[in-house]
């Protein structure tokens, strides 16, 4: 599975048709596949967005997580349909739609809860990251 690279898609727009931007930089940060990757936060998104509402909520999670340092590994659910019935049933919710936040399989909500931890400063605790975790995402 070929994740997105948010860096890629700022800079060169390649959110056309769902296609996938693949970035050398991220790459070798983190090879996406790998078991061992480091980066545990998961979001499941969508590079196709049907309103403008939907893509100031991924954008808006993107620029505050990019802020912050904390790493993260894109899922498009516009690349491949089997992600959104996984993102649902993770979550327990036929009706849940991106975007979704998880740290490894531990679900952290979707944007109002991710909005309500910024407005609280609580981005860590909602996101589960313990302090080994927070140092990691940090190098």
């Known amino acids: 599975m070929q994740m997105t690279c948010l860096r890629c898609i700022l800079r060169f727009g390649n959110r056309k048709k769902g296609k996938a931007a693949f970035c050398v930089e991220a790459w070798l940060i983190c090879l996406w596949d790998s078991p061992n990757c480091t980066m545990s936060i998961n979001i499941y998104y969508s590079s196709i967005t049907a309103t ?18 904390i790493k993260y590994r894109l899922m498009d659910l516009s690349e491949d349909p089997k992600l959104k019935d996984e993102m649902q049933s993770k979550i327990g919710n036929p009706d849940a739609m991106a975007p979704q936040i998880f740290n490894g399989d531990q679900y952290s909500g979707g944007y109002e809860a991710f909005e309500q931890a910024v407005e609280c400063e609580m981005i860590e605790k909602i996101l589960k990251l313990d302090s080994a975790q927070q140092q990691m995402q940090q190098k």
């Open 52 to 69: 403008v509402s939907l893509e100031k909520h991924q954008t808006h999670i993107f620029y505050i997580l990019d802020g912050k340092g």
